[in-house]
């Protein structure tokens, strides 16, 4: 009678060893998915600071031409243009900028800037203006600067903005 007890011991330990195995596989596919869900979440954060940090370099770019009176040029008509180096269809592709790293980014076709003069050759300010409206007229510009590394997986970005520049009357 032992010898049938010891048989049905061993069975017991059998299928044990069999729900361990299942258990052990079940907790190394919960594992698995983890460290995916985790990796998509690092991805994702990653892309978040690579476009925070397009806006910033085409923002940067925008407020260091805005800072320069030299890139809103009040000479010429609608339509002309200024570009920063390497683009096509402008009047003036010498866009000055002072700032090195940006020149640096600039000169290595990361950054790029486009002036275009908008509206008329001179034109009342706007009333929204305060100042003595009756003794200034005004030119406006578009700054179009992009940001460019996507070959580098760092994202691309576009700003537009617009610029009022008062002219004394003569």
Known sequence: MSKRFIAGKHKQQGAILVIALMFLVAITLFTVSSMRSSNIGLHMAQNEESRLA???AAQALA?????????????????????TAGQQGCDRDNLPISDPT????????HLSARVERTGGEFQPPPRAVESSIDKFTSASFRVVTTFDRIDDGLG????TEGVLVLVPKQ
């Not at 260091?64 to 200024?82: C, D, E, M, R, Y």
């Not at 940006?102 to 076709?109: N, R």
Request: glycine letters at 8%; hydrophobic letters at 45%; a neutral charge.
């Open 156 to 159: 691309r970005q576009q700003i």
């Open 102 to 109: 940006i020149a640096g980014e600039v000169a290595t076709y």
């Open 63 to 83: 407020d260091v031409i805005v800072a320069n009176p030299a890139s809103t040029p009040v000479f010429g008509k609608s339509g002309f243009t200024a570009c």
């Open 54 to 56: 397009a806006i910033q």
